[in-house]
């Protein structure tokens, strides 16, 4: 599948709310949010979402005329959040959009969601995230720790996840240290 630029997402997101006919707020999360926001590159296939886009989908269709993109849209199919992300959401500024809002996952959180699957690619754009802005680590790790307990899944694997993180992003030593610090269950 075809991966998407920040600025080709951006390009169809300003075509879209050219068509939207009245405002609308998308939540935007995944590899989409990481680009957008936070810099990160050659990291999405899609615009995943936490909300449903439904009421705006003819101005999806629209902007596929428009631009030309072909850049898939909808709910992600799995998706865990810390409990408290949504008082967390910021705006993304840019493109200057009218009609249409896009938030986006505070990025520790959207380090945490991309942690639950913790694939490579995540990995990957865990990396690009903080390449860009700093990821605090004492942040992670509460919020990890306090907020995550919900996630559906082998608690174990999550775990492991998390100290795959905490190495990518702070070291082998780091991530050493976590680990001893961290129940055996991850929680």
């Given at each position: 599948?075809?991966?998407?630029?920040?600025?080709e997402?951006?390009?169809?997101?300003?075509?879209?709310?050219?068509?939207?006919?009245?405002p609308y707020?998308?939540?935007v999360?995944?590899?989409?949010?990481?680009?957008?926001?936070?810099?990160a590159?050659?990291?999405?296939?899609?615009?995943?979402?936490?909300?449903?886009?439904?009421?705006?989908?003819?101005?999806y269709?629209?902007?596929?005329?428009?631009?030309g993109?072909?850049?898939?849209?909808?709910?992600?199919?799995?998706?865990?959040?810390?409990?408290?992300?949504?008082?967390?959401?910021?705006r993304?500024?840019?493109?200057?959009?009218r009609?249409?809002?896009?938030?986006?996952?505070?990025?520790?959180?959207?380090?945490?969601?991309?942690?639950v699957?913790?694939?490579?690619h995540?990995?990957?754009?865990?990396?690009?995230?903080?390449?860009?802005f700093?990821?605090?680590?004492?942040?992670?790790?509460?919020?990890?720790?306090?907020?995550m307990?919900?996630?559906?899944g082998?608690?174990?694997?999550?775990r492991?996840?998390?100290?795959?993180?905490?190495e990518?992003?702070?070291?082998?030593?780091?991530?050493?240290?976590?680990?001893?610090?961290?129940?055996?269950?991850?929680?």
């Open positions: 599948m075809q991966r998407f630029s920040a600025q997402m951006a390009t169809f997101l300003r075509a879209m709310d050219r068509y939207v006919q009245a707020t998308l939540i999360i995944g590899g989409a949010a990481a680009a957008l926001a936070y810099g590159i050659d990291v999405t296939r899609d615009i995943d979402t936490m909300n449903d886009p439904a009421p705006i989908m003819p101005a269709e629209a902007a596929k005329r428009a631009t993109l072909n850049i898939p849209l909808g709910p992600a199919g799995v998706a865990d959040a810390p409990y408290e992300y949504e008082a967390r959401l910021r993304l500024g840019h493109p200057r959009l009609k249409l809002t896009i938030l986006v996952p505070e990025r520790h959180d959207l380090v945490l969601m991309k942690v699957r913790g694939y490579e995540d990995l990957a754009a865990i990396e690009g995230i903080a390449r860009n700093p990821i605090k680590y004492d942040v992670l790790l509460q919020r990890f720790c306090s907020e307990t919900h996630v559906v082998r608690p174990e694997t999550l492991l996840n998390f100290l795959a993180a905490i990518r992003l702070f070291g082998e030593a780091k991530a050493d240290e976590t680990a001893r610090r961290l129940p055996v269950t991850g929680r």
